[in-house]
């Protein structure tokens, strides 16, 4: 019988490769209002992708026997290319994070800072010109010493340089919530626990191939081979999970310009025209026309609707208020399900009828809220009320 030119593993490689394609072009397509305000994001998460197409793709030809004895094998073109996909990864999904909450200017030198460890590893495999043969490990022993050095530089460069990327990564993630927050006053947190949940598992697999690159002198070749085909199967699940959050949040989340999260300071409202009057402004917006029980308002048409610009409100509510939208909207939610859970007229709701009626839709937010604020939950407040009302009025 002739041998198999793909193993499994091997097929299912092929198949993520079919799979990433794919993903690209439907990061491609139109949304369904015909047209993305910001496109870049798009791309960024269209190129993270393209990256791991040319990562699989080389990484199969390096380890299939029947690919490795094809002319090209002979020369550095595959080994350049497969450190280039790799070591681009990570500062790829760093800016892809960072173009959530604001357009990137490629054009400033400092980012050419982030291409440095993929063209040092590029220029030293030309340099020496090695090959497929070479980049195996079980082949270093047969080679020059020099060499050898070369191919264990560039080795240790892409198992150690994305760690340094995910923990960038997840600091822009911090970033960013932070500045949803100052924009929302409802946050999807399955959106935000998922943003988490991709940077923690590429964390991991960043760390495995880590691990796994001081544990090869240490484990017997097949143990090898299992880290790295473990390896490759986390990367089709990570694959699915940056589409979904990419997806979701392209679509969602950038369909409104985000205002950028300036440093607070006392001098701002001193000299903002008007602020007496735009204080009163949204004062009003919250005591008259009760915005805060919109379950989906959001700075900008809370601005609209209380005559301020949305840069004068944020500006307002993070000096004067010393909160941030997100906080601001909530506290005053809280604090009309304070009076509701007291109101005699709504002693027959449940909480659950009390959180909707304050301008929650959520219940695990309007739990943490108001235990925050009130040190207990509202079950625990409308039992307090209810014996002070008993004490004050006893039949």
């Known amino acids: ?85 790799l070591l681009l990864q990570g500062p790829v999904l760093f800016y892809y994070l960072r173009s959530l909450s604001r357009a990137i200017d490629f054009q400033r030198w400092y980012h050419g800072v982030h291409l440095l460890p993929a063209l040092v590893a590029v220029a030293v ?24 050095m070369a191919m264990a530089f560039v080795w240790a460069l892409f198992k150690c340089s994305p760690l340094v990327y995910v923990l960038a990564c997840f600091y822009t993630e911090y970033r960013l919530r932070q500045q949803l ?56 699940i990570l694959i699915n999970a940056v589409f979904l959050f990419g997806w979701r949040n392209t679509r969602q989340l950038l369909q409104q310009e985000h205002l950028a999260i300036t440093d607070t300071g006392k ?38 609707q209380v005559g301020v610009k949305p840069r004068e409100l944020s500006t307002i509510i993070n000096d004067y208020y010393q909160q941030n939208f997100f906080e601001f909207i909530n506290s005053q939610r809280v604090e009309e399900a304070k009076r509701l859970l007291a109101a005699p007229e709504c002693i027959g709701d449940t909480v659950l009828d009390i959180l909707y009626k304050s301008g929650f839709n959520s219940q695990s937010a309007f739990h943490r809220f108001f235990k925050r604020m009130t040190g207990m939950t509202p079950s625990e407040y409308r039992k307090q009320v209810q014996r002070s009302l008993t004490a004050v009025n006893p039949q």
């Open 125 to 148: 495999i030309f340099a020496y010109d090695l090959s497929i043969y070479d980049w195996m490990p079980g082949h270093w022993p047969q080679l020059l010493a020099a060499d050898r």
């Open 181 to 236: 927050r100052q924009m929302y006053s409802v946050i999807s947190e399955r959106e935000l626990r998922l943003a988490d949940l991709v940077l923690g598992g590429f964390f991991i697999h960043w760390f495995w191939s880590f691990v796994a690159y001081f544990l090869g002198d240490y484990v017997s070749g097949e143990t090898n081979d299992l880290l790295g085909i473990l390896n490759n199967y986390l990367t089709v």
């Open 267 to 304: 001098d701002r409202l001193q000299e903002m025209p008007q602020v007496d009057e735009k204080l009163k402004a949204v004062d009003d917006g919250i005591r008259q026309q009760r915005l805060h029980l919109d379950s989906q308002i959001n700075l900008e048409r809370f601005a609209e």
């Open 1 to 85: 019988m002739k041998n198999l030119l793909l193993n499994l593993h091997e097929v299912v490689i092929v198949l993520t490769i079919i799979e990433t394609l794919l993903l690209c072009l439907a990061l491609g397509l139109p949304t369904s209002t015909g047209q993305v305000k910001r496109k870049q994001p798009r791309r960024l998460l269209q190129a993270f992708f393209l990256l791991i197409v040319g990562t699989l793709s080389t990484t199969l030809i390096t380890w299939n026997a029947s690919f490795q004895a094809l002319a090209i094998a002979r020369y550095p073109f595959i080994p350049a290319l497969l450190s280039a996909c």
